[in-house]
């Protein structure tokens, strides 16, 4: 069955220090891959995505993201952490079966930044 | 403009009630979906229209009675509210069923 696992919790990172969220997936085909964000209150905004091509993705708010095939892995990067960073993030695999393809979402990681 | 806009924002009602929502996009999309996200904050996804016809529906109580009259709107309502239903409930469209997911702001409900 379809997963995707993203290890850590919680991950409090100093503003201005560098990030990396992890994200692991089980998928047997190609997958398509996305990040989003989600403030307190408010909906999921994508980050970015990925479906073929270039294994790094570039996404809004200076983030990027490694597509690795080897590793089933997805982690999402942004060199230098603004305060407003501070957010749950989501890591997805769109997911197709029978029925027609949904997007499984992993349990969400949640990044305090610490000034 | 909002692209997916929901309504309400907040729900709040008693046991055992009966409550709608609503759900409306203006972005051409043919794909709409209802998640659910608990209050660990984890995402399941409920139904999936498209073009108006129900393309998924995962293990969701039949209490749960998604309807689309057009590609632009799908409403969900549930009958006989129980305290296990209190959740954030998320309605999303995309342009393809492997498009991203364009989100709306949610819907908070609570039951008593």
């Known amino acids: 069955a379809q997963s995707v696992t993203q290890p850590d919790i919680h991950i409090t990172v100093s503003e201005g220090a560098s990030l990396e969220l992890r994200c692991n997936y089980s998928?047997?085909?190609?997958?398509?891959l996305f990040w989003y964000v989600q403030s307190p209150g408010q909906g999921l905004q994508l980050l970015l995505k990925?479906?073929?091509?270039?294994?790094l993705v570039q996404g809004i708010k200076g983030f990027e993201a490694e597509f690795k095939r080897s590793q089933s892995s997805f982690n999402l990067r942004k060199p230098s952490v603004h305060w407003s960073d501070a957010a749950e993030y989501f890591c997805a695999v769109g997911a197709r079966n029978q029925a027609g393809t949904a997007l499984i979402f992993g349990k969400g990681t949640t990044l305090s930044v610490s000034s | 403009d909002t692209a997916v806009s929901q309504t309400p924002k907040y729900l709040v009602t008693q046991m055992g009630n009966d409550k709608s929502i609503k759900c409306e996009q203006n972005?051409?999309?043919?794909?709409m979906y209802w998640y659910k996200q608990d209050s660990k904050k984890f995402l399941k996804i409920m139904f999936s229209?498209?073009?108006?016809?129900?393309?998924i529906n995962e293990t969701v109580p039949n209490r749960f009675s998604p309807k689309s009259p057009d590609k632009a709107h799908l409403n969900l309502h549930i009958n006989s509210l129980e305290l296990g239903d209190s959740a954030v409930y998320f309605c999303?469209?995309?342009?393809?069923?492997?498009?991203?997911?364009?989100f709306g702001n949610g819907t908070r409900l609570t039951v008593t």
């Open positions: 972005l051409g999309h043919d794909t």
């Open positions: 998928y047997g085909a190609t997958p398509y």
């Open positions: 229209y498209n073009n108006k016809e129900l393309i």
């Open positions: 999303a469209s995309s342009q393809t069923d492997n498009s991203p997911l364009h």
């Open positions: 990925y479906f073929s091509g270039d294994t």
